[in-house]
T-cell receptor, first 116, second 113 residues
Framework: GAVVSQHPSWVICKSGTSVKIECRSLDFQATTMFWYRQFPKQSLMLMATSNEGSKATYEQGVEKDKFLINHASLTLSTLTVTSAHPEDSSFYIC????????????FGSGTRLTVV | GESVGLHLPTLSVQEGDNSIINCAYSNSASDYFIWYKQESGKGPQFIIDIRSNMDKRQGQRVTVLLNKTVKHLSLQIAATQPGDSAVYFCAENLRGGADGLTFGKGTHLIIQP
């Protein structure tokens, strides 16, 4: 089945630094990538949606200059948390969709970000 | 706003018993529903899905029931095993929505020996 590889699985960084999270679709082309944030004991909150070759669409309240999303190819999307602060500590998850209208959704394994 | 919600945040069942996790949705325009399982520190895993033109769908040890009249979705897990311990989310897809998936709050299923 479709697999989305997400790296790193966990990362600890100092406040003020930037962290890049990658999601790769291994055996299919991800025309759309969704990025979520999940706080402990809470549901997934959609941060942004990106289509290959286009600028990402951010949800209300999500700072696009802080959470940089790149979807330059059909198999790779990245989320960069810039100037990270402790309140950015969370579990970040990507989800890939293959083709418009396709109901095939595959999640990455998630990245636990801790900012100290 | 419209959202998907779950009735119970935590469900504790005996190993071997059947589990029923419930979900209420409020958007009648939703045409596709998915149940996900999320283990601690991992991404959600697809369990089973159902389209709005169906009332019931069965998988291996799991059954999803959809009642469009009362906008209710349930996930039944037969003969619950320790490996079933996880948080279960329902998600709905809005008809014609570019993304569509709206996630419920999640139910933590605890299996007691």
């Amino acid at each position: 089945g479709a697999v989305v590889s997400q790296h790193p699985s966990w990362v600890i960084c100092k406040s003020g630094t930037s962290v890049k999270i990658e999601c790769r679709s291994l055996d299919f082309q991800a025309t759309t990538m969704f990025w979520y944030r999940q706080f402990p004991k809470q549901s997934l909150m959609l941060m942004a949606t990106s289509n290959e070759g286009s600028k990402a669409t951010y949800e209300q309240g999500v700072e696009k200059d802080k959470f940089l999303i790149n979807h330059a190819s059909l198999t790779l999307s990245t989320l960069t948390v810039t100037s990270a602060h402790p309140e950015d500590s969370s579990f970040y998850i990507c989800r890939a969709r293959q083709g418009a209208g396709n109901y095939g959704y595959t999640f990455g394994s998630g990245t636990r970000l801790t900012v100290v | 706003g419209e959202s998907v919600g779950l009735h119970l945040p935590t469900l504790s069942v005996q190993e071997g018993d059947n589990s029923i996790i419930n979900c209420a949705y409020s958007n009648s325009a939703s045409d596709y529903f998915i149940w996900y399982k999320q283990e601690s520190g991992k991404g959600p895993q697809f369990i089973i899905d159902i389209r709005s033109n169906m009332d019931k769908r069965q998988g291996q040890r799991v059954t999803v029931l959809l009642n469009k009249t009362v906008k209710h979705l349930s996930l039944q897990i037969a003969a619950t095993q320790p490996g079933d311990s996880a948080v279960y989310f329902c998600a709905e897809n809005l008809r014609g929505g570019a993304d569509g998936l709206t996630f419920g709050k999640g139910t933590h299923l605890i299996i007691q020996p």
